[in-house]
């Protein structure tokens, strides 16, 4: 008896079901991936005010779109078999399911691998990394016994598993997705927090100028307008969300504060900003000290920074050097 021909029918729908499988289990591992580094933060790494911006927005797109697209082609598939049995021995179906098993099973493997190396060259298995470890092996794990199951013509003995397991393959899409916005917020709230380390950074910015126009001067600014130079940093940054100027005053001779209406209070080690410019440097042949970091972590509301110039950290640019 003479083998099916594939038409082409078959092998755009075999491949779309395939990218949109890879890429929906990718997107899924990932965004999983991502819920356990935000939950269990590295103290090394950095982690942005706002979480949706680091792959998280893209990984819940793809899932939600994705999904549904390859449970649909896959709903054609069977059906176009059911009418014909033929269909299920064309070779791009046999070849689809042993590509996804061999996938699988190397996913496992290479796991596997990666913990024992893990463990035999004494680094420590983080919560995070075993979480990672069993996300992989339960993912590739049930990949591998959907696909050998169809191999084996399973699903379509029992139609009716068949059911059950798209359903609870989309009940645990939804709930992986819902739980992203207990875990890491709502893009509203992401979005407020973005604003808030936004303002951050504007704060770092007008402490900068501010030490800057102390060590040129000698004197403190009397009020925040004093700052703006074309020649210098430019015009001084404001309240990205309601446009207003940020409050500065000059509390003593080498003191002052700034202030700012903040969203929500800041997460801890998982709110860390980076200061670009918050530093004034410095000059060239003036021996000092780097100052430590400020403290930028806040509660809602408004809120003031405190700030003390230390003339030992930040000469005076006519400074003399000291021998």
Wanted: charged residues 15%.
């Amino acid at each position: 008896m003479d083998k099916p021909k594939t038409t082409a029918k078959d092998f755009f729908l075999w491949a779309g079901a395939l990218v949109s499988f890879y890429w929906t289990v990718i997107a899924y591992t990932f965004l999983v991936f991502d819920y356990i580094n935000y939950t269990f933060p590295n103290p090394l790494a950095y982690y942005p005010a706002d979480p949706y911006q680091s792959g998280i927005s893209g990984e819940m797109a793809s899932v939600i779109v994705l999904l549904p697209v390859y449970l649909l082609l896959m709903f054609l598939i069977r059906k176009g078999s059911d009418i014909d049995p033929s269909r299920k021995e064309i070779w791009v179906r046999r070849w689809a399911i042993i590509l996804t098993l061999f996938l699988a099973g190397a996913a496992m493997i290479a796991d596997l691998i990666t913990l024992l190396t893990t463990f035999l060259s004494g680094e420590e298995l983080t919560t995070a990394f075993l979480l990672k470890v069993l996300v992989i092996i339960l993912v590739a794990t049930g990949v591998f016994m959907h696909f050998f199951a169809d191999l084996k013509n399973y699903w379509d003995t029992n139609p009716s598993r068949r059911l059950y397991v798209r359903i609870g393959i989309g009940v645990l899409a939804i709930v992986t997705i819902g739980s992203g916005f207990v875990i890491v917020g709502t893009p509203a709230e992401a979005r407020l927090a973005r604003f808030d380390a936004q303002k951050v950074s504007d704060l770092q910015n007008i402490q900068s100028q501010v030490v800057y126009y102390w060590q040129a001067k000698q004197k403190l600014p009397g009020v925040i307008t004093d700052l703006n130079n074309s020649l210098n940093y430019g015009p001084i940054p404001v309240d990205p969300q309601s446009g207003d100027a940020y409050v500065y005053q000059a509390t003593g001779e080498l003191s002052f504060k700034l202030c700012a209406m903040f969203n929500a209070e800041s997460r801890g080690s998982q709110d860390v900003y980076y200061e670009s410019r918050a530093m004034a440097p410095v000059p060239a042949g003036v021996k000092g000290t780097v100052a430590p970091q400020d403290n930028w972590q806040h509660k809602n509301g408004q809120v003031c920074f405190d700030r003390n110039i230390d003339p030992a950290f930040y000469p005076p640019l006519n400074a003399k050097v000291q021998p």
